[in-house]
């Protein structure tokens, strides 16, 4: 049995530390922001909805939902669907984060005060029979009474950065890696029903850089911290995830 990754969603962030100049500063992104729609990066009406989450957000987005950005007193956030029609590629998303984060920290006062990036990549992984007994039997490894019905599994993994290793004096950086896999069922488009068994496994990885001391939005490498999320994901969740290696070696 061959596993299938399929990349369902990407999410990047840039945090600062909390400044309310942002919310005075919200029309006036809107005003930068909506004009891109048809431009690249940028699809065809991909901001036609505008909504307040919270007295100290906007969000706007396109009609379905498959793209999403969020301004606000914390920072900035894109959130793209991966599987939605027309499809788009990582560097695609990339240049999007790019053109928008020029826009919005600057509007803040936040731009002096960059304290974490982050990076969530959201897979599916198909074709099982079971999706709940791999996670037992390959993953936990763990021969338990019943049918597997149902896991979540959720654990974080901190790691200092090679400057604060070499530079504490200067640097504190850390790496906080989240990772959660869950079993989940599907439905019959045909029947509304649900299957049995869940059948598909859910894994995401939150890759976090904290910044110590704080940064300037100037010295925030974001292509290159998108390319160490991916590595990472790769070296260390994809190679020891692999279902198709892991049956092999039980």
């Not at 969603?9 to 006036?28: E, Y």
């Not at 390959?138 to 790691?159: E, H, S």
């Not at 990772?179 to 488009?189: G, L, Q």
Request: net charge negative.
């Amino acid at each position: 049995m061959k596993d299938t990754w399929e990349l369902e969603r990407v999410v990047i962030g840039l945090r600062h530390k909390r400044t309310f100049q942002a919310t005075n500063k919200i029309s006036d992104f809107l005003d930068s922001v909506i004009p891109l729609q048809g431009n690249y990066p940028f699809p065809e009406k991909s901001f036609t909805v505008v909504g307040h989450p919270d007295n100290l957000s906007v969000d706007i987005r396109d009609d379905e939902g498959t793209l999403s950005v969020i301004y606000g007193t914390d920072g900035l956030t894109l959130n793209c669907d991966m599987s939605a029609e027309p499809r788009i590629d990582i560097s695609t998303v990339e240049d999007m984060f790019m053109e928008l984060s020029k826009i919005a920290i600057p509007l803040t006062e936040g731009k002096n005060k960059i304290d974490r990036m982050g990076v969530v990549f959201q897979y599916r992984i198909s074709a099982f029979e079971n999706s709940a007994k791999e996670i037992f039997s390959k993953v936990l490894k763990v021969n338990m009474k019943g049918t597997p019905d149902n896991v979540v599994i959720r654990f974080a993994l901190k790691n200092p950065t090679s400057d604060a290793i070499y530079k504490p004096d200067k640097k504190a950086d850390y790496r906080n890696a989240f990772v959660e896999m869950i079993s989940t069922r599907e439905v019959r488009k045909e029947s509304d029903e649900e299957l049995s068994f869940p059948t598909v496994i859910k894994l995401a990885t939150d890759y976090q850089y904290y910044y110590v001391p704080l940064r300037t939005f100037a010295d925030i490498k974001i292509n290159a911290h998108v390319a160490e999320a991916q590595s990472y994901i790769e070296n260390n969740i994809r190679a020891n995830f692999n279902f198709e290696v892991l049956q092999k070696t039980l």
